[in-house]
């Protein structure tokens, strides 16, 4: 139908509260085109995992999908039953977890774990499964021959590869990675970025990479969006956007990142006056208008939609 | 060159072994790790030294014998001369050295008691070390630190729930500011941060060093961060330090292949782009 594996229109996620309601996330759309990294950027609480939840129908209660679409390929996906939606977990959609401890379990074998997840997914026998899980293992750079082991036995990285392995193996059109390195050491990590790329190019699966890490954004993605307290702030080709970034708030999020390419002890690093307001104390108009040095009465009165589909800020409703 | 810290060849092995009965039985030898083999380094008053590293390399354990919170294996810890971990001196030499030395931890959520006021998280230093003759001069003192660290004298009433991330973070300088430290460990101090917030932050403890010239060791593994901060830098592998130059060099050009390594792998945010 279209080159997007998938499309979110006008998403908004709410949580009731003892006085109203919080807005975790506000009137957010945006694609994801197939075979495309998309990088949702943010800091805690900007909703980037709330996004992520949200597309694969895992919000917590009492929080609910308030308004707007999900579209998978041409599959409305956000009001889906409960049993129709566990099939398209794993099956189309798969997950990436931060800490990849806690999404193994600790009391079975990784290959065990592999074979299930495949005999779930796929219509196949448990013989083929096997040779399927130990040639997964294999392109994450595992020895096949620790099919056997625990996740225990395993190093930070290395389970992050297992988990890897793991989401790709029912092999799914997306794959949602909510900050998927950063337990990892450097060193390990750009390893791992690197795996997780190729295989999504070599699977043609589609990758959504939430982090809050600026570089992390920049080696890996094709495009990226820019969070702020729950609203779309800045979305664009990742090159683009950290070149030229456009919302006051993107270029002060890069200003504000320090570089090991430059600077030295008596550089003062440029700062973001204030923090993300809470979800409950919400500024009226622009979210970001307290902590913008570009404040207009027009940011304050109204809220700015996406202009020209690439930034939400006033500064640029005239170009 | 006026050295405040002096580490002389550091090493801190902790037993791994299996109990005696279950060695006996299975004939296995004691085993032991060596989190800290033979580091030596020194920090001139005033500067930052940034000791980088894996997780794993060492580096708290270091930062936590520094300050006096573990005791090493081997070696010294000279503090302005004074041997840190000398049985010999008493207790209120001790006490004395203490006073100099204090430590930012990494999780704000972590090192601040919850069910104490910020008013009484900051006065504890204080009254421990007897800085205040009165109420009065401590509540004084208290304000000024708060000042000092960017937030208002009306915050000491209240909880450390009630601030943010951040917030949090400048009330665990200003405690550490509480004693009149010479020297302050920060133990990755900005890495449960976000980003803009982790500016703020890094600005403010080096603001606190030009004003107070206080002496920093700063524990991170963020070498985009060591870069902007520190002085010189250390950089640990398993205990050990394989390197050791002024920041810049370092960075620019460094010699063993693990900095090397390091260095390539930190993520950049421009190299996408050129």
New interface residues.
């Given amino acids: 139908m279209s080159d997007s594996i998938l499309r979110v229109r006008n998403l908004r996620v709410v949580f009731p509260h003892r006085h109203g309601e919080l807005v975790a996330i506000d009137d957010i759309s945006f694609d994801v085109r197939k075979g495309e990294i998309l990088g949702f950027v943010g ?2 609480g900007a909703g980037k995992s709330m996004t992520g939840a949200a597309i694969i129908g895992l919000i917590d209660p009492p929080g609910y999908i308030d308004r707007g679409e999900i579209w998978l390929d041409d599959e409305r996906i956000d009001q889906l039953d409960s049993g129709a939606m566990t099939r398209i977990r794993g099956d189309r959609i798969s997950m990436v977890f931060q800490d990849p401890l806690t999404s193994l379990n600790p009391l079975r074998t990784i290959g065990d774990q592999l074979v299930e997840t495949i005999l779930t997914h796929m219509p196949i026998g448990e013989d083929e499964a096997k040779q399927k899980a130990k040639a997964g293992l294999e392109e994450v750079g595992i020895d096949p021959s620790r099919f056997d082991a625990y996740p225990h036995e395993f190093s930070g990285g290395m389970r992050q590869r297992v988990v890897i392995a793991l989401a790709l193996s029912a092999e799914p059109e997306l794959i949602i990675a909510d900050e998927p390195t950063t337990a990892l ?3 390990v ?2 390893q791992v970025l690197k795996l997780l790329r190729r295989l999504c190019q070599e699977h043609g699966a589609s990758v959504i990479l939430i982090t ?8 890996t993605t094709d495009r990226v969006a820019v969070l702020y307290a729950g609203r779309l702030a800045e979305i664009g080709p ?2 683009k956007v ?2 030229e970034p456009q919302h006051p708030y993107s270029q ?3 200003a ?10 008596d ?7 204030g ?2 307001p809470r979800l409950d104390a919400l500024p009226s108009g622009c979210a970001f208008n307290p902590r913008c040095e570009h404040r207009m009465d027009r940011c304050v009165a109204e809220r700015p939609d996406l202009l020209q589909g690439r930034v939400a800020c006033w500064l640029y409703a005239d170009g | 060159m006026d050295e405040f810290i002096r580490v002389e060849h550091l090493h801190k092995r902790y037993d791994l072994s299996e109990p005696w009965l279950a060695r006996m039985i299975y004939r296995r030898p004691k085993r032991f790790l060596d989190a800290v083999d033979d580091v030596s380094f020194s920090i001139e008053r005033g500067k930052t030294f940034a000791l980088v590293g894996e997780s794993g390399s060492g580096k708290s354990t270091i930062a936590r014998m520094t300050v006096g919170l573990l005791t090493p294996t081997r070696g010294k810890v000279l503090i302005d001369g004074h041997d840190l971990h000398d049985d010999s001196l008493s207790q209120a030499e001790h006490r004395r050295i203490r006073q100099r030395l204090q430590m930012v931890f990494q999780s704000p959520y972590a090192s601040l008691n919850p069910r104490w006021r910020v008013g009484s998280i900051l006065a504890e230093p204080i009254r421990v070390f007897r800085l205040a003759q009165d109420r009065d001069e401590e509540q004084a003192r208290v304000h000024e630190l708060l000042d000092q660290v960017g937030l208002s004298a009306s915050d000491a009433r209240r909880y450390p729930h009630e601030f943010s991330g951040g917030q949090r973070q400048r009330i665990s300088i200003a405690r550490a500011l509480a004693s009149k430290p010479d020297f302050i460990v920060c133990d990755e101090p900005t890495s449960a941060l976000d980003v803009s917030v982790q500016a703020q932050v890094l600005n403010l403890l080096k603001q606190l060093q030009r004003d107070l010239g206080l002496t920093y060791l700063f524990i991170t593994h963020n070498l985009a961060v060591v870069r902007v901060m520190a002085h010189r830098i250390g950089v640990l592998k398993s205990g050990k330090l394989v390197e050791e130059q002024d920041t810049e060099k370092l960075i620019e050009s460094p010699q063993s292949d693990y900095t090397q390594m390091l260095i390539r792998s930190a993520p950049r945010i421009h190299r996408a782009a050129s």
């Fill in positions: 800091e805690s050491d450097v060193s990590q750009a809050h890490d600026m570089g992390v954004i920049a080696e990742t090159a950290l070149n002060g999020l890069i504000s990142t320090p570089s090991v390419e430059q600077g030295d002890i550089t003062r690093l440029f700062q973001i006056s923090a993300m």
